[in-house]
Nanobody, 125 residues
């Protein structure tokens, strides 16, 4: 059974940092493109950062460039998203998702077939 589990969320202060992880079971995450999406209250889900399968492309939304970094840890079958300089507008539920396509991009969540349950990231003082 293919499963994705996010971890690392929780309350953060503005200017603080968190490190989200997406752990896969039942399949090898290295062979899948992985995306981090988020949904803020009252807003549509948006792509935050995505990485292609194997070594290749990455994408960052303008709102998180230079603050978030997506990376793979193939030994642990995970994809990580360290988030620095957090802002209140980063408050959202963060989801990781996987696609068997090499590079489906980050524009459409419908390109991603497998989803985790999400982890909440409230940013507030």
């Amino acid at each position: 059974q293919l499963q994705l589990v996010e971890s690392g969320g929780g309350l953060a202060q503005p200017g603080g940092s968190l490190r989200l992880s997406c752990a896969a079971s039942g399949f090898t995450l290295e062979h899948y493109a992985v995306g981090w999406f988020r949904q803020a209250p009252g807003k549509e889900r948006e792509g935050v950062s995505c990485i292609s399968s194997s070594v290749g492309s990455t994408y960052y939304a303008d709102s998180v460039k230079d603050r978030f970094t997506i990376s793979r840890d193939n030994a642990k079958n995970t994809v990580n998203l360290p988030m620095n300089s957090l802002k209140p507008e980063d408050t959202a539920i963060y989801y990781c998702a996987a696609s068997p396509r090499h590079w489906p991009g980050c524009d459409s969540e419908f390109e991603y077939a497998h989803w985790g349950q999400g982890t909440q990231v409230p940013v507030s003082s």
